[in-house]
């Protein structure tokens, strides 16, 4: 692990003195956590500083600000992962059944490839502001907003069940992937306004869990509901059903959110969120973060591998209906079962590498490796796609899942060591903008390939460049900010504990002189 902090470049002496203040305070931050909650007198123990009240201190000599965690935070982080998996479902349901829709709507194979990247296209210019919109608004004016625009779209796609209607169904489909913007950059903001610092990890992975098993569903009931029947008004049946279902449920979620979703709780639930709480929104400038996060160099290297990495997956998830059916004919719900399995597989291998990086802290040496494996799961699931033998797919693909989707959280968790103390939502903004930047890249060159040439050499394509993205993995710099600042909380922790038994000790020496003095 690499404890030397990375020195800016270019004329940045300012930015090296705001970069070291910025890291001074979030390290009192995270030495306010370790102390005790002033609303938990059983917590105190005898080595920690009273004020003539009984209230404690933090090491610096600031009293505790009162903190509280509420049961209300797991519904609230519940409905959140529940209005996320209803959107996510909405990205692949077109694709994991492209030549039923292109039958339907008679149009060609690539327009439906567009009902997919939409949701790639909106997030790129839009993300700034949605980001800079839940600085200033917070989570529920986000919340509703974002429920909104997708039970809209669900809606707009119910009265689309004619073949002469694509535009209304693309519509439809534009408003939920606009939804997207204002769902994506939540489950951090969540995790740290609602929970205690042990369970923001918890928190959080929920959040995502919810977005992936969206997709998850979405590669397998669509296949299963609309069946690849020849006649227009059965079809247009089935359509139909599964429309209305999608807007029932996206309907009850904009309801609870309405009644449930809550802006933030009364009390903080960390000593870190009541200081944040204190901080004048005048005091930050997301202009600044932006440009001093684009200054970063191993950052922007990890802008880029990430991306690749994520685009690929994304291109594969959108043509894989085109993939299978060239090589497997009439398996759609097949389709979608591979792509189910890619897609848990990923979320158990999410799962390992989460583990793996709390217990060992190697954050380049994991990501690097698991870059590695996405690689060779690529190269032996487009060398094995052709054989005949849909059990092996099956196998190779959850195999490519298990190391390319198990790398999301890796370049997330990343990209907050290589970034601390900037806003985790900012860096992770800039990240999923690269990402949907090559998906539509890879999803287009990809499909005119496979067109022209077939599935493999569209596969062998996609290797290439993750064979470069490892390549610049490589020359990241394992700069771990977060690690180094969280040393310096606990050995700051360690002397403000010092002082506090010092002064105590001190205290209640002169308490006795004054008991023991005689009187006169």
């Given at each position: 692990m690499s404890e030397e902090q990375a020195v800016p470049f270019g004329d940045a002496a300012l930015d090296a003195d705001q970069s070291k203040t910025d890291l001074e305070n979030h390290v009192k931050l995270e030495a306010g956590d370790a102390a005790p909650r002033a609303d938990n007198p059983s917590q105190l123990d005898g080595g920690e500083a009273l004020q003539p009240g009984g209230e404690a201190l933090q090491p610096g000599g600031e009293a505790l600000q009162p903190t509280r965690l509420y049961k209300r935070r797991w519904m609230i982080v519940l409905l959140f992962s529940s209005?996320?998996?209803?959107?996510?479902?909405?990205?692949?349901?077109?694709?994991?059944?492209?030549?039923?829709?292109?039958?339907?709507?008679?149009?060609?194979?690539?327009?439906?490839?567009?009902?997919?990247?939409?949701?790639?296209?909106?997030?790129?210019?839009?993300?700034?502001?949605?980001?800079?919109?839940?600085?200033?608004?917070?989570?529920?004016?986000i919340a509703l907003v974002?429920?909104?625009?997708?039970?809209?779209?669900?809606?707009?796609?119910?009265?689309?069940?004619?073949?002469?209607?694509?535009?209304?169904?693309?519509?439809?489909?534009?408003?939920?992937?606009?939804?997207?913007?204002?769902?994506?950059?939540?489950?951090?903001?969540?995790?740290?306004?609602?929970?205690?610092?042990?369970?923001?990890?918890?928190?959080?992975?929920?959040?995502?869990?919810?977005?992936?098993?969206?997709?998850?569903?979405?590669?397998?009931?669509?296949?299963?509901?609309?069946?690849?029947?020849?006649?227009?008004?059965?079809?247009?049946?089935?359509?139909?059903?599964?429309?209305?279902?999608?807007?029932?449920?996206?309907?009850?979620?904009?309801?609870?959110?309405?009644?449930?979703?809550?802006?933030?709780?009364?009390?903080?639930?960390?000593?870190?969120?009541?200081?944040?709480?204190?901080?004048?929104?005048?005091?930050?400038?997301?202009?600044?973060s932006i440009l001093r996060l684009l200054r970063n160099r191993p950052f922007n290297l990890l802008i880029v591998t990430y991306g690749l990495n994520v685009g690929c997956f994304y291109a594969v998830g959108t043509l894989l209906n085109r993939m299978i059916i060239e090589h497997y004919a009439g398996e759609e719900v097949n389709a979608g079962r591979i792509g189910l399995t890619i897609v848990i597989a990923g979320m158990v291998g999410s799962l390992i590498c989460g583990i793996w990086l709390d217990k060992t802290k190697t954050y380049k040496q994991t990501t690097l490796a698991v870059y590695f494996m996405s690689l060779v799961g690529m190269i032996v699931y487009a060398a094995t796609l052709n054989l005949g033998h849909l059990w092996v797919v099956f196998i190779t693909a959850g195999a490519l899942g298990f190391f390319m989707t198990g790398y999301l959280p890796l370049g997330f968790e990343f990209a907050v060591e290589l970034t601390y103390?900037?806003?985790?939502?900012?860096?992770?903004?800039?990240?999923?903008?690269?990402?949907?930047?090559?998906?539509?890249?890879?999803?287009?060159?990809?499909?005119?390939?496979?067109?022209?040439?077939?599935?493999?050499?569209?596969?062998?394509?996609?290797?290439?460049?993750?064979?470069?993205?490892?390549?610049?993995?490589?020359?990241?710099?394992?700069?771990?900010?977060?690690?180094?600042?969280?040393?310096?909380?606990?050995?700051?922790?360690?002397?403000?504990?010092?002082?506090?038994?010092?002064?105590?000790?001190?205290?209640?020496?002169?308490?006795?002189?004054?008991?023991?003095?005689?009187?006169?």
């Open positions: 209005y996320s998996l209803c959107n996510s479902f909405q990205w692949i349901q077109y694709g994991i059944i492209n030549n039923i829709f292109m039958k339907f709507y008679n149009v060609d194979a690539f327009t439906i490839d567009w009902m997919s990247m939409i949701y790639m296209l909106t997030y790129i210019p839009f993300i700034f502001p949605v980001t800079w919109l839940l600085d200033k608004k917070g989570l529920r004016v974002a429920t909104a625009l997708n039970c809209a779209g669900t809606w707009i796609k119910v009265a689309s069940v004619k073949p002469n209607l694509f535009a209304v169904t693309f519509l439809g489909q534009l408003s939920c992937s606009f939804a997207q913007v204002f769902i994506l950059g939540m489950p951090s903001r969540i995790a740290s306004v609602w929970f205690g610092s042990e369970e923001v990890s918890t928190a959080c992975s929920i959040g995502v869990f919810g977005n992936q098993l969206g997709i998850a569903i979405g590669f397998l009931v669509p296949p299963i509901l609309v069946p690849n029947v020849d006649d227009m008004d059965e079809l247009a049946h089935h359509i139909s059903i599964m429309f209305y279902i999608t807007a029932g449920v996206a309907t009850l979620l904009f309801i609870l959110v309405v009644c449930v979703f809550q802006e933030r709780p009364k009390l903080p639930p960390t000593q870190a969120q009541a200081t944040a709480r204190s901080i004048p929104p005048e005091h930050y400038s997301y202009t600044a103390p900037e806003s985790e939502g900012t860096s992770s903004g800039l990240l999923n903008c690269s990402a949907q930047v090559f998906g539509i890249i890879f999803t287009i060159c990809q499909g005119k390939i496979m067109d022209s040439f077939g599935t493999l050499v569209g596969n062998i394509f996609l290797c290439v460049f993750l064979l470069i993205g490892a390549i610049m993995t490589g020359f990241i710099k394992s700069d771990l900010r977060r690690q180094k600042a969280n040393l310096m909380a606990k050995a700051a922790q360690i002397v403000g504990k010092r002082t506090c038994n010092a002064a105590l000790r001190r205290r209640r020496g002169r308490c006795r002189d004054k008991t023991t003095e005689p009187r006169r």
